[in-house]
């Protein structure tokens, strides 16, 4: 197989004296789908937190790779450079969308560094200049792409947070994908959605992965989303790594039953 | 149930509310109204005087008010407390349509508004002192409205305009047009000095930051006595000019050249357009900006910080730019205001010129251009009102000065707007951008910055 | 080094009263995370009653301390008894009806009946400054050099032993009783309190009621350390006691008062020894300073966003 997009190497994240991520390594690959399971509170949230940049990690590396060989060491990155330069893009366990603002509008904001460039910082803006113009026009029309691709176009200019919890989970990843990333963290996007809802998320991710290019990692509690669409499985105890494979490999894993089922008496 | 009934069952619990009510004001009015502290110019300083008439007065008036007020005013009981819904005279302000159809009608009263026959030189420098606040609402507005930064030291940039004119023009003979560009410059740059350390503040924190910024440039200005005079201030600051025509007597003035007979209030239309002028710019190129990528951003800003991160937005210097832009527009109005007055000195930039600003954009509706123009007229009109006080001196004496009460009304004023309407006279936000149609997002869902 | 000392006995004097306010600032921040705009004026009313009070009772300049202190214990309670029912009336009247509305709507409401406030007084009271002779006069020296006599009063003493025991007594009621507990659980989640049966709305009052109480009291000591107030002092005090309740670390008592420490003699070291008239400078500039690099403050929990 190729080098990995990314590559987390005994990464570390303690609050206090709380180690909420221990040593964990793993890698993610292009046009696959990893998801990261384990119980509440074992770290995933913690260790997305540290790919993306909103938490330093305390110790390990994490590398990006880049299709031309650039490679990005995220933990000395911050945060918004993550998403702008290595193309790292996340979605929040809790919808962290622009509620007052419409769903276009969100769209429009994710492709901000794009268009302020366009705008000429704003200067080329203020006067409308025709390539302006061009970069607004091609902005509005990849967000319309999207919410067709998600289905959400009939809500196009309705506030986000007026949207029902599950198009608000589709927006939160359109607009993630808007940023063109290469790699795309989800935090939780089945939660809350409707069995019909869930079936839906699980063939737009099929087809981010299979189209777009990118690695998608997935932190997600609903056994039938990750069992049936992840390609590589990490899971995760108390900040530990237990078990990394595919689906029937972690499924079998006594490691991993002990977690989820407690010790098996008998 | 009908009226009746209501009334007479809740009769005797309204009426001991209201001498619960009246026994609280006795305690406030008690060290206020009823005992005055007064110099007696003897050893001992002071002496008191007893006014047990007034605390009557003003006692009975909370008496009598607390029962209009449940009468007429109170939420009935048992029905449920929502957010009021907007007033019709809201909805229709915050509506796309009616915006579009009540700004140029705003613009043209504004333009032919010198030349209305009521309009003398008092009222035309009523006009002036309303549009300069508009427009200093509309620069805060970026700050407060759009990027949801608390901001209670406005009034230092409106400041730094101010001085920068002052001293360019005095020390240097810099003239109107030459001197405008460099004050919005340098406050921009002092915003950006201010911002760049505290805009990783959080909300509150930042609120009073810049109050003590404010405070700062404030004190500096008065105790740097060489550079800016103290609390003398500077004077003698050229009048700005009609291209190049003076508005004075001489042959080459404004009135000689173009064979008007001289009149003092050429002066006073000119600066009137002057500043009209400024604040249409103001207003284009915030609403441009609000519209562009940037203030799409600051907007986004306001609505979630960790959001926007995410999607590799700088939001350290997208939070500079809201600040730096609305501190230019507030050195525009400032120094439009040191070559109106030919006069600066520290007094005029204390904080209630910042509270008064920053009431006017809140009151106006965080994003509604329009709300801050109503409410401009409201406050700045309504206290000018309140300076036609002087006939309350037949009521209460000679020595009663009423300009006392002027500030003491716009306080209460200030407390009975929030009360009334939390989120401002227009506060449903325009989409900047549509696909198929715009139609305004509510309050509800409109997020309010914890900045 | 003489000068020295006595300048650190006046800048804890002044500190004492700064801490003292800016409990107030401090717990009302903490509970219901606004910033009580018209607090320096409650401050104000507070001194104005204790001048009042003062005046009625007859009491300045008596050289029988025992006499003084009992006097003026009665005139704490009093203006304490006021100013509690004007924090309780501003908080009801004009916070209360915007609770859990917009943001911003309470912090402009703050601002108006602060201006309110300073007008009503200026109105009723007069704008004169207002002179008071000082009630309990005496002192004795600490300490006697060649050039420099380091004194401390009664005053000095009166306050800082004052304030020390309001402190103790404050953290006591806060950390050890179920309005302690009710004060907590509101700040940690206002719903929640809610829907375990504590009464929200009598909590945020009386932590009203207390600040403006303790508020009071700083007015009195302010009253007699200068014997001098006017309508106004409640603007600028009020600044440094806020000041000092975020230096302090937000929400945290002692922080509160040690935060007033600092600032009281941040200021009056500064008038002493560099200028006087850049002395609210110097307070406002540690302010910036400590916000940036120790946002938290000197003693309050670092906050971290989950994300
Ligand atoms: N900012 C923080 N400060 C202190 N502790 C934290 C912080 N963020 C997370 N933790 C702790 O780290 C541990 C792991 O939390 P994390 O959110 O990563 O779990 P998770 O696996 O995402 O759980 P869930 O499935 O519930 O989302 C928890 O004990 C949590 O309390
Ligand atoms: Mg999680």
């Known amino acids: 197989m190729s080098q990995p997009l990314l590559s987390v190497n005994q990464l570390t994240m303690r609050f206090g004296g709380l180690t909420a991520v221990d040593a964990v390594s793993f890698d993610v690959h292009r046009n696959h789908i990893t998801a990261v399971i384990g119980p509440n509170g074992a770290g995933k949230t913690t260790a997305f937190n540290c790919i993306t940049g909103f938490y330093k990690p305390t110790d390990g590396q994490i590398v990006l790779r880049h299709k031309d060989d650039n490679e990005f060491k995220l933990e000395e990155m911050e945060d918004f ?14 919808i962290r969308l622009f509620g007052g603002m419409t769903v276009l509008e969100n769209l429009m904001i994710a492709q901000h560094n794009h268009l302020m460039k366009a705008s000429a910082y704003t200067i080329g803006g203020i006067f409308n200049t025709p390539s302006y113009q061009r970069a607004q026009e091609a902005a509005k029309q990849k967000a319309l792409a999207w919410m067709d691709r ?19 989970r589709k927006l939160e990843i359109a607009r993630a994908m808007c940023t063109d990333p290469v790699l795309l963290c989800l935090d939780e996007p089945a939660a809350g959605l409707n069995p019909k809802e869930s079936e839906e998320l699980n063939a737009l991710l099929r087809s981010i992965r299979d189209t777009n290019d990118v690695g998608i990692l997935l932190i997600e509690h609903d056994m039938s989303v990750v069992m049936e669409i992840s390609d590589h499985i990490i899971v995760l105890d108390y900040g530990r790594k237990i078990s990394d494979g595919t689906a029937t490999e972690v499924r079998n894993d006594p490691a991993v039953i002990k977690a ?3 010790v098996v008496e008998e | 149930m009908s009226l009746n009934d209501q009334t007479s069952s809740s009769f005797l619990p309204m009426i001991k509310r209201s001498i619960i009510a009246t026994i609280i004001a006795f305690f406030l009015f008690l060290p206020t109204l009823g005992i005055k502290t007064s110099a007696s110019g003897g050893v001992d300083g002071l002496f008191l005087t007893y006014r047990w008439l007034l605390l009557g007065i003003g006692c009975g008036l909370i008496f009598v008010g607390r029962i209009a ?38 613009l043209g009263f504004a333009i032919i508004f010198p030349f209305l026959p009521f309009s003398d030189r008092y009222i035309l420098d009523l006009g002036i002192l309303i549009i300069t606040y508009v427009m200093l609402g509309w620069g805060l507005q970026i700050v407060v409205g759009l990027a949801g930064l608390l901001d209670l030291g406005y009034v230092a940039f409106y400041a730094v305009g101010a001085y920068s004119y002052a001293l360019l023009s005095i020390h240097f003979g810099f003239g109107f047009w030459m001197c405008l560009p460099l004050a919005g410059l340098l406050a921009a740059t002092w915003g950006i000095i201010l911002g760049f350390p505290v805009l990783r503040l959080r909300g509150d924190y930042l609120a009073i930051v810049t109050l003590a910024f404010g405070e700062i440039i404030r004190i500096v200005l008065l105790n740097w006595r060489s550079f800016t005079g103290g609390s003398n201030g500077l004077s003698d600051i050229p009048r700005p000019s009609f291209f190049g025509l003076p508005f004075n007597q001489s042959e080459n003035g404004f009135a000689a050249t173009l064979h008007l007979e001289y009149s003092s209030m050429h002066r006073i239309i000119f600066l009137y357009f002057l500043i009209l002028a400024l604040a249409v710019f103001t207003f284009f190129v915030t609403a441009r900006l609000r519209r562009l990528p940037i203030g799409r951003a600051w907007e986004a800003l306001r609505e979630d910080e960790i959001a926007c991160r995410s999607l590799g937005i700088n939001t350290v ?5 809201a600040f730096a832009i609305g501190a230019m527009f507030g050195g525009f109005a400032g120094s439009f205001f040191a070559a109106k007055q030919a006069f600066v000195s520290p007094e005029s930039f204390n ?29 700045v009109g309504g206290v000018e009102l309140l300076r036609q006080l002087q006939f309350l001196k037949v009521i209460f004496g000679n020595d009663f000065d009423p300009s006392q009460l002027r500030l003491l009304l716009f306080g209460l004023a200030m407390v009975l707007m929030m009360l009334w309407r939390p989120r401002g006279l227009v506060s449903t936000r325009m989409p900047t951008v549509f696909l198929k149609d715009k139609k305004t997002v509510s309050a509800a869902m409109i997020s309010q910055g914890r900045g | 080094m003489n000068y020295f000392i006595q300048q650190l006995i006046n800048g804890l004097t002044l500190g004492s009263i700064y801490g003292l306010i800016a ?12 910033i009580n705009f018209a607090h320096g004026d409650v401050f104000m009313v507070g001194a104005f009653v204790s001048l009042i009070t003062v005046i009625i009772f007859g009491i300045t300049g008596t050289t029988n301390i025992a006499l003084g202190i009992g006097a003026l214990i009665l005139v704490a309670a009093i203006s304490m008894i006021i100013a509690g029912v004007y924090g309780w009336t501003i908080e009801r009247l004009a916070y209360r009806p915007l609770r859990g509305s917009f943001r911003l709507a309470p912090l402009i409401t703050a601002i108006g009946v602060s201006i309110f406030l300073q007008n009503f007084v200026q109105a009723t009271q007069g704008a004169r400054v207002k002179p008071l002779n000082a009630i309990i006069s005496g002192g004795f020296t600490i300490l006697e050099g060649n050039d420099f006599v380091v004194r401390i009063t009664y005053m000095q003493i009166l306050i800082v032993v004052l304030t ?39 909590t945020i009052s009386t932590t009203f009621i207390i600040g403006a109480a303790l508020a009071s009291v700083a007015g009195l000591m302010y009253l007699l350390y200068y014997g001098v107030i006017d309508f106004y002092i409640g603007f600028s005090a009020g600044i440094k006691a806020f000041t000092a309740a975020v230096l302090g670390g937000v929400g945290s008592l002692p922080g509160a008062m040690l935060g007033g420490l600092v600032i009281g003699l941040i200021e009056v070291f500064f008038a002493a020894y560099f200028s006087s008239e850049y002395k609210d400078v110097a307070a406002f500039s540690m302010l910036i300073v400590v916000l940036i690099f120790m946002p938290q403050g000197l003693l309050g929990r670092p906050e971290i966003e989950k994300v």
């Open chain 3, 164 to 202: 020390f025991l309001l402190m103790s007594g404050f953290t006591y009621l806060i950390s050890k009783t179920s309005l302690g507990r009710a004060q907590r659980a509101c700040e940690q989640d206002m719903k929640m309190a809610m829907l375990l049966g504590i009464d929200v709305n009598t």
């Open chain 2, 317 to 321: 210097n997208t939070k500079l730019s």
């Open chain 2, 69 to 106: 007020y449940e009468l007429f005013w109170a939420p009935k009981e048992g029905g449920q407390k929502a957010e009021k819904a907007p007033s019709s005279l809201a909805k229709a302000l915050g509506s796309a349509k009616v915006a579009k159809t009540i700004g140029p009608v705003l």
């Open chain 2, 351 to 379: 904080f209630m010129e910042s509270a008064t600003i920053l009431a006017i954009v809140v009151l106006g509706g965080m994003s509604s251009q329009l709300g801050v123009v109503f409410s401009a007229i409201a406050m």
């Open chain 1, 260 to 262: 989820y089922l407690g």
């Open chain 1, 150 to 168: 998600v289905g959400i176009t009939d809500r196009a200019d309705d506030p986000a947070a007026a949207l029902p919890y599950g198009a608000q």
């Open chain 1, 81 to 94: 450079r993550i998403s702008q330069h290595a193309k790292v893009a996340r979605t929040f366990q809790n």
């Open chain 3, 23 to 34: 409990i107030g600032y401090t717990m009302v921040y903490g509970i219901i995370g606004m």
